[in-house]
Structure formats: C-alpha cells, structure tokens
C-alpha cells in the first residue's frame, strides 16, 4: 500500500533559525496537504499542493511539491515560538475515486526562545 | 457551524470492556474518516465512509474493532472487547471534496482512550 515518510522525526531550533521538513512518497500523488498540530491538539490543514513542482507561500512558511508528484517539503524561515508543533504531510493517490488521504508520522519543531 | 464534535473525550476503562466513540461531522460534509494516533505509529487511518457508506476499512485493526454510520450525521466506533494495546487518541475527520480529488480535513478535538 501507498507509504509517506517524513523527515526528521524530531527538530530543534533556535528561535529565528529557519526549519524544514521533508515528505517522500513510494507512489505518485494526486495531491499533498500539509497540516500542523499543536502539543495536545488536533490536526489542522495548512495547505493543499495539486500541481507538479507548485510551490506555495503562507508568510514565513514554503511549500513545494516536486516535479515527480513523490515528494513535499515544508520551510519556516525565522521560527518563532508559536510555530511550536507537529508538521505532518498527508497524500493521497493518484488514479481510480481513492480518496484515502494517508499521513506521514510527522516532524516534531520545539522551538527555544 | 461548531466543528466535528467527538465524545467522550477521555475514557479510561478496563481490559475486557466494550468502548464506543462518537463522531458528528460537519453538515454538509460527505466524506468521514477515523484515525488512530499513537508515538509510534502515528495517525493511522482506520476506516472512511463516503454519503454513510465505508470505502475503506483495510486500516481497522482486527475483528474487535467495528465502525458504523447510521446517518449523515453521526458515526460510531466501537471496541470490543478492549485491551492495552488499543490505548491512543482516536480522532474523527470529515471532509468536503470541492472539485475533484480534493478537500481538506476538519479533524474533531479527539478521544482519549486508556485501557488498562
């Protein structure tokens, strides 16, 4: 079955350091969503990617999809303390009227101020 | 509209026992998913209904786990029995697909469920 790894698993950086995370999927996706979860919350949808190589902007934060539709990458330049959380990457398959949407286990930022 | 509403959002119960969890997605929402979220495995999906009808349910773990969505705006999953192992943060999600293949997940705030 379709598998999406992240990494790294854990990240820590000085507040104004920048971060980055990275996705890798064994099929191609129809699309990539990214969403951040805060120290005992829930998931919450950052961004969707659809496009070969799109790349999109939300002030500090970068997404790309690559070229191949594998692979994602999430940058936060100049972390604060408020981007504190967990980074997970979530695809879903290409083809067919699949609409599982199957998570990486997610990158950890602590951010020390 | 109030979210995806899930309850209880604590339960702490006994090996042996049955445990249900409960899910109200948003209205208008025709998609609904269970995921599991455990340190190791991370979130884990479960099962997903498409207009109350499961779509896939190859993530549920074994025979004790069992899902159901009587109505669009409610669903179900149950434990029985329990053991350790099942110990985790459940969360319920429901989506909208707007066009396409595509449609962001609202995740409700989670059930925590302790076995011991």
């Known amino acids: 079955g379709q598998q999406v790894m992240q990494i790294p698993q854990y990240q820590h950086v000085q507040e104004g350091e920048d971060f980055t995370t990275y996705c890798n999927s064994s099929?191609?996706?129809?699309?990539i969503q990214w969403y951040k979860q805060r120290p005992g919350g829930h998931p919450v949808f950052l961004i969707q990617?659809?496009?070969?190589?799109e790349v999109k902007k939300q002030k500090r934060l970068t997404f790309q999809f690559g070229e191949a539709k594998k692979n994602s990458s999430l940058h936060i330049t100049a972390t604060q303390t408020t981007d504190v959380g967990t980074y997970f990457c979530?695809?879903?398959?290409?083809?067919?009227?699949?609409?599982?949407?199957?998570f990486g286990k997610g990158t950890l930022l602590t951010v020390n101020p | 509209d109030a979210g995806v509403i899930q309850s209880p959002r604590h339960e702490v119960t006994e090996m042996g026992q049955e445990v249900t969890l409960r899910c109200k997605p948003i209205?208008?929402?025709?998609?609904l998913f269970w995921y599991r979220q455990t340190m190791m495995r991370g979130l884990e999906l479960l099962i997903y209904?498409?207009?109350?009808?499961?779509?896939?349910d190859s993530g549920m773990p074994e025979d004790r786990f069992s899902a159901k969505m009587p109505n669009a705006s409610f669903s179900t999953l149950k434990i029985q029995p329990s053991e350790p192992r099942d110990s985790a943060v459940y969360f319920c999600?429901?989506?909208?697909?707007?066009?396409?293949?595509?449609?962001?997940?609202?995740f409700g705030e989670g059930s925590r469920l302790t076995v011991l």
């Open positions: 999600a429901s989506s909208s697909p707007v066009t396409g293949n595509t449609g962001e997940l609202f």
């Open positions: 099929t191609t996706l129809s699309n």
């Open positions: 990617l659809v496009k070969s190589g």
């Open positions: 979530a695809g879903r398959g290409s083809g067919g009227s699949n609409y599982k949407l199957t």
């Open positions: 209205s208008g929402h025709d998609y």
């Open positions: 209904f498409n207009n109350n009808v499961p779509i896939d």
